[in-house]
């Protein structure tokens, strides 16, 4: 009888055992499965952005909607690279909810960090973006004006080809004091509407690195279909 229970026992651990496995082996192919539709999501994903970018006209516009207004902007055809750049990270949703993190009054506006939708990463903002830059297009005939987009850069001495941030760009808000600046950094845009908002930015209250006190971010930017 004493046997007749050991070998019951025996069994019915040899069974939640095999049951054990059983689990492990189809939680290992439900998470397969599922890491193989992500990549397919992903991948079809990219192709409709791509696609997407492929029929924008040849200056897009695009509206920078932010929690101060909103700030309409023309990208030009003749800075392809920037173009696309901004297009994709737009569109993709790169630069939801990235703060302003660096404001100069009487100078421009700066965002596209992703870094600054961490507060936590407050020490580091400015240093963050995508792990790639953008070949210089430097167009003479695009100037610092008022309301010109522009794309950040390192400076000179670590980047003597002049290529831009994978993301950062700023905005003009006097043509003034940023015309020292022509010639050196890529303009890729400009601004058509919302001039009232670039100075609305610019005259926020900031810390001593020129971040503002209080969250000035960029909410969504859209293509305007509306030209």
Known sequence: ??????????????????GCGNNAAKKAEAEAAQAAADSVNAV???QM???????????????????????????YKDTPEHRANFAKLALGGYYDKVLFHRVINGF????????????????????????????AEIVPEHNHKKGAL????RGDAVNPFRESSGSQFYIVQDEGTCAQLDGAYSVFG?????????DKIASVETDGRDCPIEDVKIIKITLDQSL
Do not use: H, W
């Not at 009888?1 to 095999?18: E, H, R, S």
């Not at 952005?49 to 990208?75: C, H, R, S, Y």
């Not at 522009?150 to 850069?153: D, E, P, V």
């Open 44 to 46: 079809q994903k990219e």
């Open 1 to 18: 009888m004493k046997q007749t229970i050991n070998c019951i026992i025996c069994c019915a651990a040899v069974a939640v055992l095999a």
């Open 49 to 75: 952005l791509m696609d997407k970018i492929a029929q924008l006209p040849e200056e897009p516009v695009f509206d920078i909607v932010t929690n101060l207004g909103t700030i309409k902007v023309k990208l």
């Open 190 to 198: 400009e601004t058509l509407s919302g001039f009232d908002i670039i």
């Open 150 to 153: 522009a794309a950040a850069r």
């Open 108 to 135: 421009m506006i700066q965002t596209g960090d992703p870094l600054s939708k961490d507060p936590a990463n407050k020490p580091r903002f400015g240093t963050g973006g995508p792990d790639y830059t953008i070949p």
